[in-house]
């Protein structure tokens, strides 16, 4: 039973590009959550997800990010326009339903870098 | 008030030593506290869930201070593979895993 997958690993972007950062949640684990980890710092909570809906994404910017949980494929997290202010580990994390917190699980992360 | 605090640290120990961890957090309604570990920016993984006054686990030991809000983790007879960020991490209070992380304390364990 593979674990969160998250990729890419490691991201560079460009002032004003673009960044898709994925998550594949475990098999079983419909509930998806987005985490930012800045430098020095602790993760900090971004969105959650369910499949097709938002249900809590009061830790998103309020401009430039937005996310995703298709009913078929990852979650999505996107940042257009990325600004060096953005670079940072983007942690994904997923849990079955009606579970407590010994059943959510990280993935490994991306690190975007914006140059 | 920042919602949970940690000492940053580094705390630097021999092999064999006893460190402890202390972490306040601001809400006081908050019922279960997590203790994860985090290697060189990798993913935080689960150490230990208190939900009482305390949980131990083999070398680990973590409690509970409802009354000053505070929990701590203590970790005896240290190892070099010990080293890494202590996370102290309280659920938020929604009724999901919306959690709360500290910003860490480094362990530096040495031979």
């Known amino acids: 039973n593979a674990g969160v997958m998250q990729n890419p690993r490691h991201l560079v972007r460009r002032r004003g590009q673009e960044a898709r950062l994925r998550c594949s949640p475990m098999?079983?684990?419909?509930?998806v959550y987005w985490y930012r980890q800045l430098p020095e710092e602790g993760l900090k909570f971004m969105v959650y997800l369910q499949k097709e809906n938002i249900i809590d994404e009061s830790g998103m910017p309020k401009e430039r990010f937005s996310a995703e949980f298709p009913k078929e494929g990852p979650s999505i997290l996107r940042i257009q326009q990325v600004v060096r202010g953005d670079s940072a580990a983007y942690f994904c994390a997923s849990s079955p339903p009606g579970q407590g917190f010994e059943k959510l699980f990280f993935g490994s992360g991306t690190q975007l870098s914006v140059l | 008030r920042k919602e949970v605090e940690q000492d940053p640290g580094p705390f630097n120990v021999p092999e064999g030593a006893t460190v402890a961890f202390n972490c306040t957090y601001s809400?006081?309604?908050?019922?279960?506290f997590f203790w994860y570990r985090q290697d060189c920016r990798k993913e935080p993984k689960l150490l230990m869930s208190v939900y009482s006054s305390g949980n131990e686990d083999g070398r680990f030991t973590a409690q509970l201070n409802r009354a000053s809000q505070y929990i701590s983790l203590l970790i005896r007879d240290s190892k070099l593979s010990d080293s890494a960020t202590y996370l102290c991490v309280v659920p938020f209070s929604g009724g999901y895993n919306k959690l709360i992380f500290g910003a860490g304390t480094r362990l530096a364990v040495h031979p």
């Open positions: 098999k079983g684990h419909s509930h």
């Open positions: 809400n006081s309604a908050s019922q279960s």
